[in-house]
């Protein structure tokens, strides 16, 4: 069967946690074609360069510098709707170009059509809302679930029972879906290496400038300690080169492996609180040692990132 797998270019999360997909696909003997843009597009290709791919509609948003971006967000509202709008158009063209199987959407809200099979992937059925806006969260979901029952089947990325789940109440509603299981590029509890080479890690990801300004924290807190820092910016479009500052070293982003022997050998990880971040930490069993911290006024991360320390803090 010929697949299109096309994930949202909003960081790298989304991406990343195709990779397994795409991955499973390909061994199942299915022949797979990425579609997408932006850095999101080109984490696809660095880790299956012989795959086809096809350019979607761009989306190229911004978080405002403060810690409340309701004002940021509802001035996007219009352009994520003529963005759908677009990618729902291209979609269409493509199928008149080409016969697929099926089409499988990571939060594309616009990757649907009658003629083929249309999956649509998801961890965040319920849509938090910052304070203040809490009272618009069942409209902000009930738009949401609109967009979601167009396509043919949804799948959650996570466990079905609540007792295991990593997204707790963001993909746990009561609607109908399948539940997949976590998805992760990273193999489970890999070998610890030898010698390692930093004893803290931090990766970056997300919107600007929060992404940015977050790095720029970070240098401030370890420069001139005597902790052998690493910082992957998740700058996926830049040449990647090494910036040595001192007990600093600073890529642009790693490979896999390189990433994975990081993070096992770190003492301590800073990472956003994203979902496809808690997943890949999960995998590696390394999420004890993490510091997650929540994009400023983005209230998934912040639940997550108060959800995950509670789980752990259990154990």
């Known amino acids: ?47 299956f360069p012989k795959l086809r791919y096809t350019y979607l509609a761009p989306l190229n948003l911004r978080y405002s510098a403060g810690h409340r971006q309701v004002g940021a967000m509802l001035k996007a509202i ?20 080409e016969s697929f199987g099926q089409v499988i959407s990571d939060n594309r809200f616009g990757l649907h059509n009658k003629q083929v099979a249309c999956i649509y992937i998801t961890h965040q059925l319920h849509i938090m809302l910052p ?13 949401h679930a609109r967009i979601y029952t167009r396509f043919n089947r949804v799948w959650v990325p996570d466990y079905e029972e609540k007792e295991k789940s990593l997204s707790g109440e963001l993909g746990h509603t009561g609607a109908a879906v399948e539940y997949i299981g976590p998805l992760s590029r990273f193999p489970s509890n890999p070998k610890m290496p030898d010698n390692p080479s930093y004893s803290v890690v931090a990766v970056l990801s997300g ?15 370890y420069t001139g300690q005597e902790e052998r820092v690493l910082i992957v910016q ?45 997943m890949d930490l999960e995998a590696l069993g390394v999420m004890a040692k993490a510091e997650l ?21 259990k154990k």
Not at 131 to 143: D, F
Not at 207 to 221: D, F, V, Y
């Open 78 to 97: 219009p352009k994520i709707v003529l963005w759908s709008m677009k990618d729902h158009a291209m979609l269409q063209a493509i199928l008149r170009e």
């Open 234 to 278: 998740g700058l996926m479009s830049r040449p990647n080169t090494r910036i040595k500052r001192g007990n600093l070293t600073i890529v642009p982003y790693l490979g896999d492996a390189e990433l994975i022997s990081a993070l096992m050998g770190a003492k301590h990880i800073i990472v956003r609180s994203g979902y496809s971040t808690i």
């Open 1 to 47: 069967m010929k697949i299109l797998v096309a994930p949202l270019n909003w960081g790298l999360g989304h991406a990343s946690r195709c990779v397994p997909l795409v991955q499973r696909l390909l061994d199942e003997g299915h022949e797979v074609v990425l579609g997408g843009d932006g850095d999101s597009l080109t984490l696809l290709r660095k880790h």
């Open 293 to 313: 911290i929540p994009t400023p006024g983005q209230p998934e991360q912040e639940y997550l990132a108060h959800f995950i320390a509670e789980k752990y803090t």
């Open 207 to 221: 919107l600007e400038p929060h992404r940015t300004m977050l790095e720029k924290e970070i240098i401030a807190r």
């Open 131 to 143: 304070k203040g806006w809490r009272w618009a969260e069942g409209i902000a979901s009930r738009i």
